[in-house]
């Protein structure tokens, strides 16, 4: 059954890539320079995201999320013990995950931008604000990053245990984009009909619609000196 579309998933692979370089290349005064770059990429990258969560297929919109604490920690629970019934689109404690990486992505690419390595490079906009705001803003830049690396750690070991525990491979479904039909699957709060329904085709307008202004944004942020 088809359940992530193509942008989506070109989306999530494409973050890692550039997530796992933003974390090399912040520790490489050689990389300095292409750590801001990464950034601006990533800066683009979210911004799709977040435009698609709106205009993308069934799975893809923030409206089929389960954006409940209490619901999260429920299920949670529940997997830690060992129940488990498979979804098709993002699970409560799968749609937290989302919004809140995607929330701290967003501080984290902006608190770059403000701030300074102390060497060489400055980001676009560490001029416009005051030296004790710039330091505030690397300070949490870098406890930021601790916390994104912790909580990817987190997703990791869930795909894991998906994988282990439930024989439920998640990896395939993010590459191919189909997930098996199952008799006992629970409905995603985006099913709207309550029916074990495919998603739609992906619309070209709403995909350019989606694209343009996070390439524009890009473009804008390679044209600021650093």
Not at 10 to 25: K, T
Not at 115 to 127: E, L, M, V
């Amino acid at each position: 059954m088809k359940v992530w579309d193509l942008p989506t998933r070109l989306f999530h692979w494409s973050l890692a890539i550039l997530f796992i370089f933003m974390i090399i290349s912040g520790e490489s005064d050689d990389l300095m320079e292409w750590h801001f770059y990464t950034g601006y990429l990533l800066t683009g990258l979210i911004t799709f995201r977040l435009i698609w969560g709106f205009l993308g297929t069934r799975y893809a919109r923030f409206s089929a999320f389960t954006l409940n604490p209490i619901a999260s920690i429920r299920y949670t629970n529940k997997l830690l013990r060992g129940q488990h019934k498979p979804l098709y689109g993002h699970t409560p404690a799968g749609s937290m995950m989302v919004v809140v990486l995607l929330s701290l992505l967003a501080v984290q690419l902006s608190t770059g931008m403000l701030s300074t390595d102390d060497i060489i490079w400055n980001g676009p906009f560490y001029n416009s604000i005051s030296e004790s705001s710039a330091e505030l803003a690397g300070e949490i830049h870098e406890s930021i990053q601790l916390l994104l690396q912790f909580l990817v750690g987190l997703h990791i070991l869930a795909i894991i245990l998906y994988k282990v525990k439930f024989k439920e491979s998640l990896l395939p479904a993010m590459l191919h984009g189909k997930k098996p039909k199952h008799g006992n699957t629970e409905h995603s709060k985006g099913d709207k009909a309550g029916l074990d329904e495919e998603r739609e085709s992906t619309s070209l307008t709403k995909l350019i619609m989606s694209t343009i202004p996070a390439v524009g944004l890009t473009y804008w942020l390679f044209t600021l000196p650093i």
